[in-house]
Nanobody, 115 residues
Framework: QVHLVESGGGLVQAGGSLRVSCAAS????????VGWYRQAPGKQREWVAR???????TYAYSVKGRFTISRDNAKNTVFLQMNSLKPEDTAVYLC?????????WGQGIQVTVSS
């Protein structure tokens, strides 16, 4: 069983920065890819960014150049640094990983960007 816990969300003004973290139980982040997703009220969950076990990163077009995903294997934590935030970035942010046939999600954390 894998438990993912997000932290670091909050309220920020447009143009500001925020970093959210995803900590996992067990030392797994060095061997599995980790993704960040977000879900705004009334909208479908959308993929935001992903980092592989080898460190390769990919981003959704809407956040490319503004968000950076990174990983600290020693702390078993994945980060999402969000810069130049826009009101449309407001959502619950969730981290996700897959181990074998099982999917694991964190509980999500709220990020609110005011205009």
């Amino acid at each position: 069983q894998v438990h993912l816990v997000e932290s670091g969300g909050g309220l920020v003004q447009a143009g500001g920065s925020l970093r959210v973290s995803c900590a996992a139980s067990g030392n797994i982040f060095s061997i599995v890819p980790v993704g960040w997703y977000r879900q705004a009220p009334g909208k479908q969950r959308e993929w935001v960014a992903r980092i592989t076990s080898g460190g390769t990163t990919t981003y959704a077009y809407s956040v490319k150049g503004r968000f950076t995903i990174s990983r600290d294997n020693a702390k078993n934590t994945v980060f999402l640094q969000m810069n130049s935030l826009k009101p449309e970035d407001t959502a619950v942010y969730l981290c996700h990983t897959q181990l074998g046939p099982s999917d694991y999600w964190g509980q999500g954390i709220q990020v609110t960007v005011s205009s």
